[in-house]
């Protein structure tokens, strides 16, 4: 197996990788993403120790220990291409030789919890309740960039989505599926459901400021949508991303949210803060 080229897998002059400024050794198999640098340390301070730290850009990270568990935090930043980002220098972590730029024959799989907050699109997924997503539906472009292959559940999944809501021409959904071995671990006190993933906070997600929309209608589209039992609860900027790369990768991932919006009520959570500290605390009792 050839070396990859110092053009495409970079390394800084300690020997930590380019954005993330990270060498394997400072990264835990449990990495917890946040959206926001700031939620690093909300996460972090319910370790037991922390023992390395390192903020690069907007990638913070905090590796620590719960018990016996080695765990690292690290801040994403906003959209598809920084989870691009993350995901491929996580994997290169600990699946490439970053000495001799080869790839390992031994993979490792990481898990991965994204810890976020996401807007509601169903009356009963009220404010300060929490989304785990069984499947992420990319509106982004992020996915077709790679060779992938959609599952059977997946297939049937975006061809209902296609027939029932209204896109434009230039937008091609497709559709990832979270790990059900972490999803168990999180049923008790979660919604299970679809989740919907733009590449924007604004006219992606049906919010009009003073640009009109091309589809005026899309998140009454996507809130009728149906297949089987399934709904699609929220959206958000990242987990289908996450699914997506996860999945190709070979790691193990989830997407938690904590509902700080309900759009069809018009509602913003009182105290999204409390919110969102309840949902760290529930998913580091279960990991």
């Known amino acids: 197996m050839n070396p990859i080229a110092a053009s495409e897998l970079i390394i800084n002059n300690r020997g930590a990788i380019y954005h993330l400024d990270l060498r394997p050794e400072e990264i835990g198999e449990i990495i917890l993403t946040v959206g926001d640098p700031f939620r690093v340390e909300k996460v972090s301070k319910y370790f037991d120790r922390i023992e390395h730290k390192s903020h690069h850009r907007e990638f913070i990270t905090h590796t620590g220990w719960i018990g016996n568990k080695k765990i690292s935090v690290l801040s994403t930043g906003i959209g598809p291409d920084n989870i691009d980002i993350v995901f491929n220098e996580l994997d290169a972590l600990v699946n490439i030789d970053l000495e001799t730029r080869v790839e390992k024959k031994e993979k490792k799989s990481l898990q991965f919890i994204r810890i976020g907050t996401s807007g509601s699109l169903q009356k009963d997924v009220d404010v300060d309740c929490f989304v785990a997503t069984t499947y992420g539906i990319g509106l982004d472009n992020l996915l077709h960039y790679y060779r992938h292959l959609e599952n059977q559940h997946e297939i049937e999944l975006i061809s209902q989505f296609k027939s029932q809501v209204k896109l434009s021409p230039n937008i091609q959904p497709y ?113």
């Open 175 to 287: 559709a990832t599926t979270g790990s059900a071995i972490l999803l168990a671990k999180f049923a008790d006190y979660t919604h299970g459901g679809i989740t919907a993933t733009c590449p924007g906070f604004y006219g992606p997600q049906g919010r009009v400021l003073r640009i009109g929309l091309n589809n005026p209608d899309l998140n009454q589209d996507l809130t009728q949508f149906r297949w089987g039992n399934n709904r699609i609860l929220n959206f958000e900027m990242e987990t289908s991303a996450i699914y997506g790369l996860g999945k190709i990768l070979g790691h193990e991932c989830l997407s938690l949210s904590a509902i700080v919006a309900n759009r069809l009520a018009g509602k913003f959570s009182e105290n999204a803060d409390a919110a969102i500290d309840k949902l760290i605390q529930a998913t580091l009792e279960r990991i």
